[in-house]
């Protein structure tokens, strides 16, 4: 892939590699015509020319912010890393955490999940096995008020309990209920749910990341 380009372009295509598994993130055009020893619109140029080549991509025309693509013209596995918040404690309102309410952080992959303001929240009980969630897994939740019926979601219960449950909306009531044949639906008054945030994922173990 990299014979597309010439000695002057795969090397600072290299050189923005390095800087990205150093630094965490891509230089500033300044910095990088000064460690290269060129000036401002040559980098500007070489960034242009890999970008026309499918090799980076910026994030607007005039932001510093450079992404690398890998072979399938995706953003590189170290940029899309996201660190979210596991909530030990969910409140009402958006957004429904302060730093005191973390419980640890969860890093997920952007490129697959894509909401705004994501957290992760702890699984307690086995209420929704048949849908794949089990006891201690991480819930990777979107923030949300709403909810369309038969989606998995955080609900606060008289904002004191938050569980995750699927959530049907009737006439007169709201149906919580669980995936699991041992488990009773559970109905309340619209007054006493509040959703809080869409289930998009669920995190099990050191390795294993599921995307619903």
């Known amino acids: 892939m990299q014979s597309e380009l010439t000695p002057r372009q795969k090397s600072f295509l290299e050189y923005l ?52 693509l890998n072979r399938a013209r995706e953003t590189s596995a170290i940029q899309r890393w996201l660190e979210i918040p596991v909530i030990g404690k969910i409140t009402a309102g ?51 008020q709403f909810a369309q019926n038969g989606e998995i979601v955080v609900a606060l219960i008289n904002q004191e309990e938050a569980t995750v449950k699927r959530f049907f909306l009737h006439e007169r009531y709201v149906e919580l209920r669980p995936e699991n044949d041992a488990f009773q639906p559970m109905r309340y008054v619209f007054s006493e749910v509040l959703i809080q945030g869409k289930v998009v994922g669920i995190h099990r173990g050191p390795e294993e990341m599921n995307k619903f």
């Open 17 to 68: 590699q390095k800087e990205l598994l150093e630094r965490g993130k891509t230089p500033s055009l300044r910095r990088a015509a000064e460690d290269m020893g060129v000036s401002h619109a040559a980098v500007a140029q070489l960034i242009k020319i890999l970008e026309e080549k499918g090799f980076v991509r910026r994030q607007g025309r005039y932001s510093r912010t450079v992404y690398l």
């Open 94 to 144: 958006v957004p429904m955490y302060a730093q005191e309410e973390w419980d640890g952080s969860l890093v997920v992959d952007s490129g697959i999940f894509r909401g705004q303001n994501l957290f992760a929240l702890r699984i307690k009980g086995d209420s929704m096995k048949n849908a794949g969630i089990l006891d201690a897994d991480l819930a990777i939740c979107e923030p949300r």
